[in-house]
């Protein structure tokens, strides 16, 4: 396909704020990229704090960020079905 002079590549999945969205009759994200930073961020919270205010105050300011990252992206619910 072109645009103008420029050539464009069509694909079946690209990645957007860390959410792989992947092509087809109904639209798929795979946020599993997301989930191993908010795992490796909390172990990490967890292994170096030495109070309550201290783990609080940590997850606040690394794991927060990465959860808040790319959730425009995906449709939550409160469900627990999948996306």
Not at 52 to 62: K, P, V
Not at 63 to 73: E, G
Request: charged share 15%; with cysteine; hydrophobic share 40%.
């Amino acid at each position: 396909m072109n645009l103008g002079t420029n050539s464009l590549q069509w694909c079946d999945s690209f990645k957007n704020l860390g959410v792989t969205f992947h092509a087809g009759l109904k639209l798929k994200t795979n946020i599993e990229v997301i989930k191993q930073k908010i795992f490796m961020a909390s172990n990490s919270v967890l292994g170096n704090s030495r109070s309550l205010d201290e783990l609080i105050q940590l997850q606040e300011s690394f794991c927060l960020p990465v959860l808040q990252y790319a959730t425009y992206a995906v449709k939550l619910s409160s469900s627990l079905s999948k996306c």
